[in-house]
């Protein structure tokens, strides 16, 4: 009889060290609480192990990779006892490669609101601090121009593409077929990324993702009359190709947050992230902001037929514009200069910086 391995499910609970080490004490001894319960209930198929408090970025994302090299991990619950920050999880979650279960619970049954005693106080934030992480950190700088000028490519090319269908090729039953297969090559794309990955490395696979982006955009450009069987291979080519750098930038991220900790030794993990995520909504706005103000420019009228200028404005937008910023986004990534190998020793150094200080508690 063929014997299942003895998988187990991770436990894993958030806090954060502003409380001090009594309440992380109670934090620990809670979560093994519910850890010890699941367990003894029997319904479940695995054993539930519990996992020392996870209070910083750094031990959410060490923990994150232990379990997905670990094979005995079937999967991760986590529990957020405390506050703790999302933003100390969003790297963590990127990485993360195995299935999760959030408990979205508290531990007493009732809030003990008359014992709670809120005041808390709230550290100063250091502006110029904050602009020096930005500021400083070259690879990052990069990774955002690069991942922001295909921003605006793929929001210019996305607010014309229905005016392309209707009023160049004069065939809107084509929007659902292409949608149908952009949407299962971006899947399939993000699939084969961490092979890629692995293989070419993630600089290296981002540049290409983005030189190649620009083959089927050019034919377009040149020809945007062509069969409807062409346009669909040349789309969906498009679409499996230009899904990698798009997806490729979330998973470089962390680096530039290893890279900035670096530096100048301040983990800058909420304000790496919140101003990368500001580039992409900036960036995405001014690409839909450049289409509807260059339509409106030239004479774009809706739902009638327009002139020979405009549908040459729609092409180019289509297509043009989004070449233009794939070309901007090679030459940002070429002065990208965080490699695989540069990653493995700037992660060793922070590593050795730290000690090898377990922040977990017990």
């Given at each position: 009889?063929?014997?299942?391995?003895?998988?187990?499910?991770?436990?894993?609970?958030?806090?954060?060290?502003?409380?001090?080490?009594?309440?992380?004490?109670?934090?620990?001894?809670?979560?093994?609480?519910?850890?010890?319960?699941?367990?003894?209930?029997?319904?479940?198929?695995?054993?539930?192990?519990?996992?020392?408090?996870?209070?910083?970025?750094?031990?959410?994302?060490?923990?994150?990779?232990?379990?997905?090299?670990?094979?005995?991990?079937?999967?991760?619950?986590?529990?957020?006892?405390?506050?703790?920050?999302?933003?100390?999880?969003?790297?963590?979650?990127?990485?993360?490669?195995?299935?999760?279960?959030?408990?979205?619970?508290?531990?007493?049954?009732?809030?003990?609101?008359?014992?709670?005693?809120?005041?808390?106080?709230?550290?100063?934030?250091?502006?110029?601090?904050?602009?020096?992480?930005?500021?400083?950190?070259?690879?990052?700088?990069?990774?955002?121009?690069?991942?922001?000028?295909?921003?605006?490519?793929?929001?210019?090319?996305?607010?014309?593409?229905?005016?392309?269908?209707?009023?160049?090729?004069?065939?809107?039953?084509?929007?659902?077929?292409?949608?149908?297969?952009?949407?299962?090559?971006?899947?399939?794309?993000?699939?084969?990324?961490?092979?890629?990955?692995?293989?070419?490395?993630?600089?290296?696979?981002?540049?290409?993702?983005?030189?190649?982006?620009?083959?089927?955009?050019?034919?377009?450009?040149?020809?945007?009359?062509?069969?409807?069987?062409?346009?669909?291979?040349?789309?969906?080519?498009?679409?499996?190709?230009?899904?990698?750098?798009?997806?490729?930038?979330?998973?470089?991220?962390?680096?530039?947050?290893?890279?900035?900790?670096?530096?100048t030794g301040v983990n800058g993990n909420g304000v790496v992230s919140s101003t990368f995520s500001f580039m992409n909504k900036l960036c995405g706005a001014v690409g839909s902001f450049l289409a509807s103000y260059l339509l409106g420019i030239f004479g774009f009228v809706?739902?009638?037929?327009?002139?020979?200028?405009?549908?040459?404005?729609?092409?180019?937008?289509?297509?043009?514009?989004?070449?233009?910023?794939?070309?901007?986004?090679?030459?940002?990534?070429?002065?990208?200069?965080?490699?695989?190998?540069?990653?493995?020793?700037?992660?060793?150094?922070?590593?050795?910086?730290?000690?090898?200080?377990?922040?977990?508690?017990?």
């Amino acid at each position: 009889m063929m014997e299942m391995k003895k998988y187990q499910f991770w436990f894993c609970t958030g806090s954060q060290d502003l409380y001090g080490d009594e309440c992380l004490a109670h934090v620990a001894e809670h979560s093994k609480i519910i850890v010890e319960e699941l367990n003894k209930s029997g319904n479940l198929p695995f054993e539930v192990v519990w996992k020392p408090t996870l209070l910083t970025n750094e031990l959410i994302r060490k923990t994150f990779n232990e379990a997905n090299t670990d094979e005995l991990c079937a999967g991760v619950i986590t529990w957020m006892h405390t506050f703790s920050p999302a933003k100390s999880w969003i790297l963590g979650l990127q990485e993360l490669r195995k299935p999760l279960l959030h408990l979205h619970t508290q531990f007493n049954r009732e809030i003990p609101y008359d014992t709670i005693d809120m005041a808390i106080d709230k550290p100063k934030v250091d502006l110029r601090k904050e602009v020096y992480l930005i500021a400083k950190n070259k690879p990052l700088l990069m990774l955002m121009l690069a991942f922001g000028t295909d921003m605006i490519a793929n929001s210019t090319l996305l607010a014309v593409n229905m005016y392309y269908f209707k009023y160049v090729l004069n065939r809107v039953d084509l929007v659902p077929i292409t949608s149908i297969a952009l949407t299962v090559t971006g899947v399939l794309s993000n699939l084969a990324i961490p092979y890629l990955t692995k293989k070419a490395g993630k600089k290296r696979l981002y540049w290409w993702g983005s030189l190649l982006s620009i083959l089927p955009l050019a034919i377009l450009q040149i020809k945007p009359v062509v069969p409807g069987s062409a346009l669909l291979v040349l789309i969906t080519l498009f679409g499996l190709i230009s899904t990698v750098p798009s997806a490729l930038a979330w998973a470089m991220l962390p680096d530039c947050v290893d890279y900035a900790e670096y530096i100048t030794g301040v983990n800058g993990n909420g304000v790496v992230s919140s101003t990368f995520s500001f580039m992409n909504k900036l960036c995405g706005a001014v690409g839909s902001f450049l289409a509807s103000y260059l339509l409106g420019i030239f004479g774009f009228v809706a739902n009638q037929e327009q002139t020979e200028t405009v549908l040459f404005v729609i092409v180019c937008l289509r297509f043009a514009v989004p070449i233009l910023g794939y070309i901007a986004s090679l030459i940002s990534m070429h002065f990208y200069e965080l490699t695989d190998k540069r990653n493995l020793e700037i992660r060793r150094a922070l590593e050795e910086r730290a000690g090898g200080k377990e922040n977990g508690y017990a």
